[in-house]
């Protein structure tokens, strides 16, 4: 009977100790195990579910941290949003020199600083399992954990793509998918929620308003330019094949800018 009592007695301080997340994430794995067991789903379909929530447990945690960010004071928002975000801003440059400004004394830091909580507040959190592609265009993506294979590239925590997702021409977006080589978390903003604030802001602060709008014409003639280059090699590259003479002048002149190079 003693024993008992101090098995009995161990449990139930596990229990109280056990934080909100942890009690959460008890109950979720239960649920999930009897709905497996119902549905006498497949071993490795078993496996396969238990890691993907496993592995899902941080994002959970990151859900609940955006509800209290929301919670706070506007000047607590701000300082806290620059903390979490400053790794992933400074790859898109577009936010990087707003965020410059948001931290100055000129008069218009504050509406620079709404304008990057609000955005961050805008941001939605989504989860994929390993071997999943995915990715669509007219959307910021931030790695917030695990590995993407993209572009023969290697992302990892901190990677960012999407920067193009400003632009209204989906001719001119890069509409590459990632693949996901492990469990991956991704912090995603769309074109959609940015213009709607950009809108918002720029209302009532013709500076902001000239800076994305500086921003779009500028990444929109780049990617304007780059692309009719692709065009013009592709078209030069068809022409080489189908006339020996074109093929020959274009590898002599390759040749010829490599050695003055």
């Not at 396969?48 to 004071?73: D, E």
């Not at 274009?250 to 190079?261: D, T």
Request: proline share 2%; net charge positive.
């Amino acid at each position: 009977g003693i024993s008992w009592a101090v098995v009995l007695g161990q449990v139930c301080g596990i229990v109280v100790n056990l934080d909100s997340d942890e009690q959460t994430f008890r109950t979720n794995m239960d649920e999930l195990n009897s709905m497996m067991s119902d549905r006498v789903l497949p071993t490795d379909m078993r496996q396969r579910l238990r890691s993907f929530f496993l592995s899902n447990k941080c994002a959970q945690r990151r859900m609940r941290h955006h509800r209290l960010i929301s919670g706070m004071s506007a000047g607590l928002q701000g300082e806290v949003v620059f903390l979490i975000n400053d790794r992933w801003i400074g790859h898109v440059s577009l936010l990087r020199q707003i965020q410059v400004v948001a931290k100055g004394s000129s008069r218009n830091a504050p509406s620079f600083t709404s304008f990057i909580v609000d955005i961050s507040l805008r941001m939605t959190s989504i989860v994929h399992a390993q071997q999943e592609l995915f990715g669509v265009p007219h959307v910021l993506y931030i790695v917030n954990r695990g590995l993407v294979s993209r572009q023969k590239r290697i992302l990892q925590t901190g990677a960012v793509w999407g920067q193009d997702f400003v632009l209204s021409d989906s001719r001119l977006v890069d509409q590459s998918q990632g693949y996901s080589l492990t469990y991956v978390e991704l912090t995603t903003l769309s074109r959609e929620s940015f213009m709607l604030l950009a809108e918002k802001y720029g209302s009532v602060n013709s500076e902001l308003k000239r800076r994305v709008r500086r921003y779009c014409c500028w990444l929109a003639f780049q990617r304007s330019v780059w692309k009719e280059a692709r065009r013009r090699l592709r078209r030069q590259k068809r022409t080489a094949l189908t006339q020996p003479s074109a093929w020959l002048a274009l590898h002599h002149q390759a040749y010829e800018s490599k050695e003055g190079g």
